[in-house]
């Protein structure tokens, strides 16, 4: 097991359609299994509905289809992020929890400024590009975007 420094962060790293991102764990209170939520009538599509999670409702987005991508799991195999900042909580659906990595501080490289406003998303929704092998690129998310994507 690598050995974590002060300087280190600490990122959930996750899968949509094969691709792989990542949050930082900051920002994660819990990964639970799939949990089918109750649709809630006029939601954006991207927002399956609501979940209860210890006695809390929850939203719940499905990250594949806010980010137009095909998820490559049955429902019943994807999890489910919780993510919790500043008192609020929301749900993300992914196909898959990879593995929590530890990042060196100035590892994370920033976004390009090409990536801004692609399909709709802007440069708050990505924090930055992380490289974590020769040829494995994940790509950061804010969580704070992301819990306001749920939220709205």
Do not use: H, K
Not at 28 to 47: F, G, M
Request: proline letters at 7%; glycine letters at 10%; a negative charge.
């Amino acid at each position: 097991m690598e050995r974590v420094t002060a300087a280190d962060e600490q990122v959930v790293v996750f899968t949509i359609g094969g691709q792989e991102y990542a949050l930082p764990i900051s920002g994660v209170r819990e990964i639970i299994t799939w949990t089918a939520p109750t649709p809630v009538p006029e939601a954006p599509p991207y927002v399956e509905g609501v979940i209860s999670v210890r006695g809390e409702v929850l939203p719940v987005v499905d990250l594949s289809r806010r980010f137009g991508l095909v998820s490559d799991r049955a429902e019943e195999q994807r999890r489910i992020i919780i993510l919790e900042m500043d008192g609020q909580s929301a749900g993300l659906i992914v196909d898959d929890v990879v593995a929590v990595e530890s990042v060196a501080a100035g590892r994370l490289a920033p976004p390009s400024p090409l990536l801004v406003n692609i399909g709709g998303l802007n440069d708050a929704v990505v924090d930055g590009i992380l490289q974590l092998g020769e040829n494995r690129l994940v790509v950061v998310l804010g969580p704070a975007r992301m819990l306001e994507t749920a939220l709205q």
